[in-house]
């Protein structure tokens, strides 16, 4: 399925070849929608809504054609769905979604964002953010996104039962990142000064051709060259925001990448937790057994103070501490087990991730190259009409 607007293109199959969601079935971002309402504290708003479209492989496979499965979709619904997935697979690099708002924007394009093309933009986003998730070989499978893309009303109770919000560790839930092209951003305002000095050629050029009688038809013939080349700056800046949006998409997936790490480093730290108090529940016990106390502790100086306490009492505290020590065993079996198997899991997602991000970001910038080279290729033509006009006076 090819991406438009410059985006990736993402294949049915994907790198290990097992089946997937996008295999099994078509699925598109096909239009956006300004609505009005009310919101939750029942003030009206204005919002955007997203028609996704679904349609089985197999029908299409028989030789059939069904009209697409629709349902609509707000902004904040793909947000939730990211949510859970971030949670429920925290060994994944989970695919980012575009940005909510522009978070800049070049000339002559809107800030606005329920402008048009800004919302189109989004709306390929968001499209793109479905195929891949779609596309990947566990994320694809997971029964929440099948709910997403096919139940309209009930798919959020299904998700919030899953009780994802409760497993969302807090120091997780801060980890956010906002990011901008800014290089890019200084690449497009000296491009657009580049076109604007053409048009400032023009108007002089034409200008001038009204006072001059023999040079005037060469002055405004070159004139209406560079008023050409300089109109066409809006198609290009409009080619730069594309490609601008793939690199960002690449930043954007840093959050997801720091995101898998901080997991790992969470699981490390509860694990060495657990670990230090199994160590001072095993040694609490070797105190009590022996009656020999290793360090300093305000117990053991009430101890020395008044008494020591009945034997009773010692074989109950004796008899709790195996409780502890054996639960505490088996939280340490179960942190080792757990940290293993994500850092077996991440690595191997991650493994895909890169594979992946090569590919992109080698097509993305190749295409790129070739815009520069066909732009630079109309700038040498305008000047090389400029100069035939310039022979002609």
Same mark, same amino acid.
């Given at each position: ?56 492989? /197999?029908?299409?496979?028989?030789? !059939? ?5 629709? $349902?609509? =979709?707000?902004? @904040?619904?793909?947000? %939730? ?35 048009? /093309?800004?919302?189109?933009?989004? !709306? ?5 953010? $479905?195929? =891949?998730?779609? @596309?990947?070989?566990? %994320? ?41 092209? !800014? ?211």
């Amino acid at each position: 399925m090819l991406h438009l607007h410059g985006y990736i293109t993402i294949t049915h199959r994907n790198v290990e070849g097992s089946c997937t969601l996008l295999q099994r079935m078509e699925i598109c971002v096909a239009e956006a929608e300004k609505r009005s309402g009310k919101n939750a504290v029942n003030m009206q708003e204005t919002f955007t809504v997203y028609l996704i479209e679904t349609r089985s492989m /197999d029908a299409m496979a028989d030789g !059939r054609n069904p009209a697409p499965d629709s $349902l609509w =979709r707000r902004y @904040s619904e793909f947000e %939730l769905l990211r949510s859970y997935l971030i949670v429920a697979y925290p060994y994944i690099v989970v695919p980012p979604l575009p940005e909510k708002r522009a978070e800049f924007v070049w000339h002559k394009l809107s800030a606005d964002n329920m402008d048009p /093309d800004f919302v189109e933009r989004r !709306r390929i986003g968001l499209e793109n953010f $479905l195929l =891949r998730v779609a @596309s990947h070989r566990v %994320l694809s499978n997971d029964k929440i996104l099948y709910h997403f893309l096919t139940e309209e009303h009930s798919w959020k109770e299904v998700v919030y039962e899953t009780g994802f919000q409760a497993k969302a560790d807090s120091r997780l839930r801060a980890l956010s990142a906002t990011f901008r092209v !800014r290089n890019t951003h200084k690449v497009a305002d000296r491009l657009y000064g580049v076109f604007k000095v053409h048009g400032n050629y023009g108007r002089v050029f034409s200008e001038w051709s009204a006072i001059e009688r023999e040079m005037g038809d060469g002055l405004q013939s070159a004139g209406h060259h560079m008023d050409a080349y300089a109109a066409s700056i809006d198609d290009i800046l409009e080619e730069e925001e594309h490609y601008a949006d793939q690199l960002k998409e690449y930043l954007f997936y840093a959050e997801a990448l720091r995101a898998v790490c901080r997991k790992h480093e969470l699981t490390q730290f509860e694990l060495e937790m657990a670990s230090q108090d199994l160590v001072s529940k095993k040694q609490q016990r070797e105190e009590l057994a022996t009656g020999i106390v290793r360090t300093f502790s305000f117990k053991g100086m009430t101890n020395k103070l008044f008494g020591q306490e009945a034997p009773e009492q010692r074989e109950a505290r004796l008899k709790l501490l195996e409780e502890l020590i054996a639960e505490g065993e088996d939280t340490v079996k179960d942190k080792t087990v757990e940290c293993e198997e994500h850092i077996e899991r991440a690595w191997e997602d991650m493994e895909r991730f890169e594979e992946q991000r090569d590919k992109d970001l080698r097509e993305a910038l190749i295409n790129y190259a070739v815009m520069q080279i066909s732009m630079c290729k109309k700038g040498i033509q305008v000047w090389n009409n400029a100069k035939e006009c310039f022979l002609k006076m």
